[in-house]
């Protein structure tokens, strides 16, 4: 039988598997693996992926800050099993990788690389021999040798239409260019509203409500009227039961 903090981490991958409505068959074969390098029996490897089916899964955040590296690498491994990172995808990835001070671009370029190496096939070492030499008439020429085909075109990772914000130079104002500023919802700064947005989305309505009234110093009751607007303004944004809590000790 695992320990418990192996299976968190399983349930963290499998929760993030699930956090764009499907478990696509590329995800579920890097979970196979990730099972088997925990040691995972195939029976509680299928009890977890059935429960993050059912949503009865969530994302612990492990203690120790190497942990919390590790599992974000894993993290990323999963969610681009597929060749795309979708959008609710992305905003989980964006919020554990805020656990750990790393920044967006700093997060778009490890998404990246993980895609990237995906994408790439695998290199083989050919050992080729030497014909013996042969003698030549002057009435026979040397056969020319053939041209090799050309490597196929490399093409990028593929991301979903606005799954991830637009790539830019690491200057100290990378956060706010890095959100869309076309909305306004009660003269709310741009970064400050996209973070609104992501605890409407992850957290509980009681959860989010609070959050929203210490971001914004405001009583409960306009926390509770600005979380509808954001809600109005937004119309694809729409909460889910997933939360990120601490892991318990």
């Known amino acids: 039988m695992v320990d418990a903090a192996t299976r968190r981490k399983f349930e963290a991958l499998v929760s993030a598997a ?4 499907m478990l696509a068959a590329p995800e579920r074969e890097v979970l196979r693996k990730k099972a088997a390098q925990m040691n995972l029996p195939v029976r509680e490897m299928n009890e977890i992926i059935a429960m993050g089916e059912q949503r009865k899964l969530s994302v612990s955040i492990p203690p120790s800050t190497m942990e919390r590296e590790a599992l974000l690498e894993d993290l990323i491994e999963v969610v681009s099993a597929d060749g795309r990172v979708e959008a609710p995808e992305y905003h989980l990835l964006a919020r554990f990788a ?14 990246n690389r993980r895609m990237q190496a995906m994408s790439e096939p695998p290199r083989r070492e050919t050992v080729r021999s030497s014909p013996p030499p042969s003698r030549q008439t002057p009435l026979t020429a040397a056969p020319k040798r053939a041209e090799p085909p050309p490597a196929p075109a490399f093409q990028g990772p593929q991301f979903s239409a606005d799954a991830l914000p637009p790539m830019v130079p690491p200057t100290a104002k990378h956060v706010d260019a890095a959100f869309p500023k076309d909305v306004n919802v009660a003269d709310i700064p741009p970064v400050t509203l996209q973070l609104l947005r992501q605890s409407i989305m992850f957290d509980t309505e009681s959860d989010s409500i609070a959050n929203i009234g210490r971001t914004l110093s405001v009583p409960p009751s306009t926390a509770t009227e600005i979380r509808l607007k954001i809600l109005a303004a937004f119309p694809d944004l729409k909460p889910v039961s997933h939360q990120i809590r601490p892991a318990r000790k």
């Open 18 to 21: 699930f956090i764009d409505g």
């Open 98 to 111: 805020e656990t750990l001070k790393i920044s967006l671009p700093d997060l778009r370029t490890r998404v």
